[in-house]
């Protein structure tokens, strides 16, 4: 087997995001180095404890969980209890966290694995808003180069935004710190909602997981019938997009997605489109390609590699 991908992966949990924990715990081709958690879907509060949950479902409990951002750059923190939940992890009863919080800053964390691990050996799956991130750069500049490789998940162009007609939610609610990511000259891939949403859990697919009869397993199909509720209700979808495992599923199988290198700038001045990516998807600008922007995948491969995964958990 090729060796191991280092990965940190920097969160908001949320459903979605604990299956791309779940997916990624369960990979043998990736060394998941750590977690870092920010305030987004929930207040940093909520969001550090649901990682830690998460880590004990997989039985992961040594596993390094950091609390970082409890708020944007800038601007007030936006989180979408609507969506995820006032817990932001609703769906399953799960017990009080057994994983331990790491003492120190999140944003520490990032910096002293980049300095410490090879230079160009470590991913970061960004999937929350990107404040660790731009905050790691601009404390330690120099961590720049020595990052492998960004796979976030946020942004969007045909499918416009989730939280605003322009902006989708990562992006949304720290703008600032999504235009100095794209900025730093990192290889970056982008899951924009335009490939997350056609990730539809449906009804089949979830009951395919919640089959599995494991703790895990039904624990996520808990997860993932309150989380799709919300789309259901509203655009009356089967299921609801599974955004933030793409990124975690691209690195297992990137064959399976498809896109291509364009230019992303993100809007941080106007109200009305504030934290729209603008993605030169069409190439009519000679604006330099920053980033990887996915824009489809096959869904039916997709959620058979979460499923033979997650089948893996305790
Ligand atoms: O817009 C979808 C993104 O916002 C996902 O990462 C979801 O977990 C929320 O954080
Ligand atoms: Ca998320």
Same mark, same amino acid.
């Given at each position: 087997? &090729?060796?191991?991908?280092?990965?940190? #992966?920097?969160?908001?949990? %949320?459903?979605?995001?604990?299956?791309?924990?779940?997916?990624? +715990?369960?990979?043998?081709?990736?060394?998941?180095?750590? #977690?870092?958690?920010?305030?987004?879907?929930?207040?940093?509060?909520?969001?550090?404890? /649901?990682?830690?949950?998460?880590?004990?479902?997989?039985?992961?409990?040594?596993?390094?969980?950091?609390? *970082?951002?409890?708020?944007?750059? !800038?601007?007030?923190?936006?989180?979408?209890?609507?969506?995820?939940?006032?817990?932001?992890?609703?769906?399953?009863?799960?017990?009080?966290?057994?994983?331990?919080?790491?003492?120190?800053?999140?944003?520490?964390?990032?910096?002293?694995?980049?300095?410490?691990?090879?230079?160009? $050996?470590?991913?970061?799956?960004?999937?929350?808003?990107?404040?660790?991130?731009?905050?790691?750069?601009?404390?330690?500049?120099?961590?720049?180069?020595?990052?492998?490789?960004?796979?976030?998940?946020?942004?969007?162009? +045909?499918?416009? *935004?989730?939280?605003?007609?322009?902006?989708?939610?990562?992006?949304?609610?720290?703008?600032?710190?999504? &235009?100095?990511?794209?900025?730093?000259?990192?290889?970056?891939?982008?899951?924009?909602?335009?490939?997350?949403?056609?990730?539809?859990?449906?009804?089949?697919?979830?009951?395919? #997981?919640? !089959?599995? *009869? $494991?703790?895990?397993?039904?624990?996520?199909?808990?997860?993932?019938?309150?989380?799709?509720? +919300?789309?259901?209700?509203?655009?009356?979808?089967?299921? %609801?997009?599974?955004?933030?495992?793409?990124?975690?599923?691209?690195?297992?199988?990137?064959?399976?997605?498809? *896109?291509?290198?364009? /230019?992303?700038?993100?809007?941080?001045?106007?109200?009305?489109?504030?934290?729209?990516?603008? #993605?030169?998807?069409?190439?009519?600008?000679?604006?330099?390609?920053?980033?990887?922007?996915?824009?489809?995948?096959?869904?039916?491969? +997709?959620?058979?590699?979460?499923?033979?995964?997650?089948?893996?958990?305790?």
């Amino acid at each position: 087997m &090729a060796p191991k991908q280092k990965l940190i #992966i920097d969160t908001d949990p %949320g459903q979605d995001d604990a299956v791309a924990m779940l997916l990624a +715990f369960a990979s043998p081709e990736l060394d998941v180095l750590g #977690i870092t958690t920010v305030a987004g879907n929930v207040p940093l509060a909520l969001t550090q404890e /649901n990682a830690r949950k998460i880590c004990d479902l997989a039985g992961c409990t040594d596993m390094p969980v950091f609390a *970082g951002a409890e708020q944007p750059l !800038a601007r007030s923190l936006v989180t979408a209890e609507h969506v995820h939940g006032s817990t932001g992890l609703d769906g399953p009863v799960l017990p009080p966290p057994a994983t331990p919080l790491q003492d120190g800053h999140a944003v520490d964390f990032l910096i002293d694995t980049i300095r410490s691990e090879d230079s160009g $050996s470590v991913t970061i799956a960004p999937i929350g808003p990107l404040t660790n991130i731009a905050m790691a750069l601009r404390k330690a500049p120099d961590i720049a180069e020595r990052i492998g490789r960004i796979v976030m998940m946020g942004g969007g162009y +045909f499918e416009g *935004g989730n939280i605003t007609p322009a902006a989708e939610f990562n992006i949304y609610v720290d703008p600032q710190a999504a &235009a100095e990511m794209f900025a730093a000259g990192i290889p970056i891939t982008m899951m924009p909602l335009d490939v997350t949403h056609k990730a539809m859990t449906t009804a089949a697919r979830t009951a395919a #997981i919640r !089959a599995i *009869g $494991s703790k895990t397993a039904v624990a996520v199909a808990d997860m993932l019938e309150f989380y799709e509720r +919300f789309d259901e209700e509203k655009y009356g979808s089967d299921g %609801g997009p599974l955004h933030d495992p793409c990124t975690i599923a691209w690195m297992l199988q990137p064959e399976r997605f498809s *896109g291509r290198h364009c /230019n992303v700038e993100i809007e941080t001045e106007s109200d009305l489109t504030m934290g729209m990516t603008v #993605i030169d998807w069409r190439q009519v600008t000679d604006r330099p390609h920053n980033a990887f922007v996915v824009g489809d995948l096959d869904a039916d491969a +997709f959620f058979r590699l979460i499923t033979d995964r997650l089948a893996k958990l305790p």
